[in-house]
């Protein structure tokens, strides 16, 4: 519309005001328009009959472009949008709020590529809801000291936003008021402000700096996520409460100073603060304390949050006696850890994800690790748990791939389920001789009598036989391991548990006549398994056992009443069940003489094309 403006010739220009100032006589306005003379009309029809003699219109001298765009009400408030850009909001009281259903956007909203510049009247005393939302081409903002609320929404996405003066009349900024608003690189908040909704000012990436005032007793949660570019900021002495991922993400972030009266933190307020290296809390605060820029409980018995931009090597002080859940989580660049005999447990993901972590030392009260607490810590090399431990939980160690050995003490009664998934490098468990629950034989982790075996090392390459002392290979025992090619089962086994081989690189495989259980996924994922022998003695084989062994090629069934086997089906290839992404066309299958036509006819086995009598 501006550019029309721009390039509308004198005659036409004329025309316009005068349809324009007819439109507002019709509607009631008072002011009178005189017409034009006939001399006039005469040179203007001569004008335009001559397009050699139009010129373009100077948008710096001729007054006549400051002649409105648009106008409308909303509510109580008038509005006029002029040629160039400028939204001027007037009259007294609340804007409405509107939503981003099409029928309930402000009636300015057909305009909004065209406002550069939004100015409102001294007497609103509100900005409502989604007023200004995705308003991209919008500059700059003139708030009065009447408006008391900015609404949820109000500014978001305002990309070409790049300042803002928030007047102190006002107590709350709404629910993502200003979030998205990529250009904005600086806000003042008075001391007026009392609330600043959740994500208000989330993924403003050019925001520089922030003053958060006395006044402010609330941040909502997200409130400075994604603020990219945020390098300090000062909690005052005025907020209590520093609630969920208030500045998740703020990579800048260097340091943060907590006021008097914070009294709870909640977990993430600082997640994904990777460059963080500092957090100082005011001496007088009641519930916390730092030291060399660590966050601690007031009498410095729990750690709580390690900086995650801090680097080297770090003991922690005698007086702690447990960590806060994810203390350490995301501390790349941490290097050694020191844990003094004072610590009795270790909480969940306390040092998860710290990828530069080669070396901890454990002290010998800890008694519990907890879930994840050393997730994808994949430059730990090698662990010792003490003898004061008696619990390591799920996961505690998955992902640490170049861990190449763990030694246990002799008190750890209690080893969770999926301990050490993706521990690839892991080539030896050594227990303690004097362990009562736990022994380890080649690097290899059993229970005390050796009748379970509980985990062979994923990192052990070629062939294992198996001690005739076992009776049950455990639920995922050989899970994952890539460098084992065949192993020797004794007729001692009875029992395979759940994922025992679950994606190991198995080329073929021989199930003794004493199985009588194969678990469900037991053999998932072993594409390199071209050939299994399955016993007569085997009466159950479980859901996904042999799932996704894409080369297998021949399957030796010596029982001679057809297994009921889960199914889905399929013409060839089978979805779930089984022996799902088995090629059940190409794949032969072997069954003892006389019983062809009943696996011919039973669930499951039917789907195979090729099926064959031994002979």
């Known amino acids: 519309m501006l550019q029309f403006f721009k390039k509308v010739t004198p005659k036409k220009n004329k025309l316009f005001i005068f349809l324009f100032c007819g439109i507002l006589c019709a509607a009631g306005c008072t002011k009178k328009v005189e017409p034009e003379t006939e001399t006039e009309t005469e040179t203007e029809t001569e004008t335009e009959a001559d397009p050699e003699t139009e010129t373009e219109t100077d948008p710096e001298t001729d007054p006549e472009l400051e002649l409105p765009i648009a106008s409308g009400t909303t509510g109580a408030l008038t509005w006029i949008l002029s040629a160039d850009g400028t939204l001027t909001i007037s009259g007294s009281g609340a804007m409405p709020d509107f939503t981003d259903w099409y029928a309930q956007y402000p009636s300015w909203h057909d305009y909004r590529d065209e406002i550069i510049v939004v100015v409102i009247g001294d007497s609103v005393s509100s900005i409502g809801n989604f007023a200004f939302r995705g308003y991209s081409n919008l500059e700059s903002v003139t708030i009065p000291i009447s408006v008391t609320s900015i609404g949820d929404r109000a500014f978001q996405w305002c ?33 007026s402000v009392i609330s600043i909704g959740s994500f208000a000012f989330s993924g403003c990436t050019s925001l520089e700096t922030v003053t958060i005032p006395n006044s402010v007793t609330d941040i909502g949660g997200f409130a400075f996520s994604g603020c990219t570019e945020l390098e300090t900021v ?82 922690v002080p005698n007086s702690v006696t447990e960590f806060e859940e994810h203390a350490f989580q995301s501390c790349a660049g941490l290097t050694s850890v020191i844990i003094p005999n004072s610590v009795r447990s270790i909480g969940t993901c306390a040092f998860a994800l710290c990828s530069g972590l080669m070396s901890v030392t454990i002290g010998n009260s800890v008694e519990n690790i907890g879930t994840e607490a050393f997730y994808q810590c994949s430059s ?229 094309t090729n099926i064959k009598e031994i002979q």
């Open 159 to 191: 990309t070409g936003l790049k300042m803002i003066t928030i007047p102190d009349s006002v107590t709350d900024v709404g629910m993502c008021a200003f979030s998205g608003c990529t250009g904005l690189t600086s806000v003042t908040i008075p001391n």
């Open 234 to 315: 000062t909690i005052p002495n005025s907020v209590s409460d520093i609630v969920n991922a208030v500045f998740f993400n703020c990579t800048g972030l260097t340091s943060v100073t907590i006021g008097n009266s914070v009294t709870f933190i909640e977990y993430g307020a600082f997640l994904g603060c990777h460059g963080l290296t500092s957090i100082n809390v005011d001496d007088s605060n009641p519930a916390y304390s730092s030291e060399d820029g660590v966050l601690f409980n007031k009498t410095k018995t729990m750690l709580i949050l390690y900086p995650a931009g801090k680097t080297g090597t770090y003991s």
């Open 380 to 608: 730990l090399e090698s662990i010792t748990i003490p003898n004061s431990v008696t619990n390591i939980e799920y996961k505690a160690f998955e992902g640490c791939s170049a861990l190449t050995s763990v030694t246990i003490g002799n008190s750890l009664t209690s080893i969770g389920y999926s301990v050490f998934p993706g521990c690839i490098s892991l080539t030896s468990f050594q227990v303690d001789n004097s362990n009562t629950a736990y022994s380890s034989e080649d690097g290899v982790l059993f229970n005390k009598t050796k009748t379970m075996l509980i985990l062979y090392p994923a990192g052990k390459a070629g062939t294992y036989t198996i001690p005739n002392s076992v009776t049950f290979i455990g639920d995922i025992a050989f899970s994952e391991c890539n460098s084992l090619t065949s192993v020797i089962i004794p007729n001692s086994v009875t029992d395979i548990g759940d994922g025992a081989f679950y994606y190991s690189s198995l080329t073929t495989v021989t199930i003794p006549n004493s199985v009588t259980d194969i678990g469900n996924h037991v053999f998932c994922g072993c594409s390199g398994l071209t050939s299994v022998t399955i016993p007569n003695s085997v009466t159950v084989i479980g859901d996904y056992a042999f799932g996704s062994c894409t080369g297998l090629t021949e399957i030796i069934n010596y029982q001679e009443i057809p297994q009921s086997i889960t199914i889905v089906t399929n013409s060839r290839w089978i979805n779930s069940g089984t022996f799902n992404g088995v090629d059940t066309v190409n794949c032969i299958l072997r069954v003892p003489a006389g019983t062809e036509e009943d696996y011919r006819i039973a669930d499951g086995w039917k789907d195979f």
